[in-house]
Nanobody, 129 residues
Framework: QVQLVESGGDVVQPGGSLRLSCAAS????????IGWFRQIPGKEREGISCINSRISRTGDTYYVESVRGRFTISRDDAKNTVYLQMNSLKPEDTAVYYCAAVKWGGTYCPVGGAMFDYWGQGTQVTVSS
């Protein structure tokens, strides 16, 4: 059974940091590209970061402009886990964060939520003073 489980969401003050984890089970992560998305109630889901699969051999990563330089995506295939390190958090980063997976060998990370086949249940990140 393919499953993705996010964890690490919390309440943090502006300027603080969090590390989100996306743990995969039921499949080997190294063949999959992993994306991080977030959604605020009433707004469209936003793709914020992606890391390409090991089989792509490009190591491509993607960040949306609003998080570039503050967020870092990484993967530990031995632990079947992808991380999103979030620094310098802002109130506008408040959202439910989801990870998603797709088996992918392309040169660049897939773009858009429709490209991803498996989704986690989400973890809440709240940035507030």
């Amino acid at each position: 059974q393919v499953q993705l489980v996010e964890s690490g969401g919390d309440v943090v003050q502006p300027g603080g940091s969090l590390r989100l984890s996306c743990a995969a089970s039921g499949f080997a992560l190294d063949s999959y590209s992993i994306g991080w998305f977030r959604q605020i109630p009433g707004k469209e889901r936003e793709g914020i970061s992606c890391i390409n699969s090991r089989i792509s051999r490009t190591g491509d990563t993607y960040y949306v402009e609003s998080v570039r330089g503050r967020f870092t995506i990484s993967r530990d295939d031995a632990k079947n886990t992808v991380y999103l390190q979030m620094n310098s958090l802002k109130p506008e980063d408040t959202a439910v964060y989801y990870c998603a997976a797709v088996k992918w060998g392309g040169t660049y990370c897939p773009v858009g939520g429709a490209m991803f086949d498996y989704w986690g249940q989400g973890t809440q990140v709240t940035v507030s003073s």
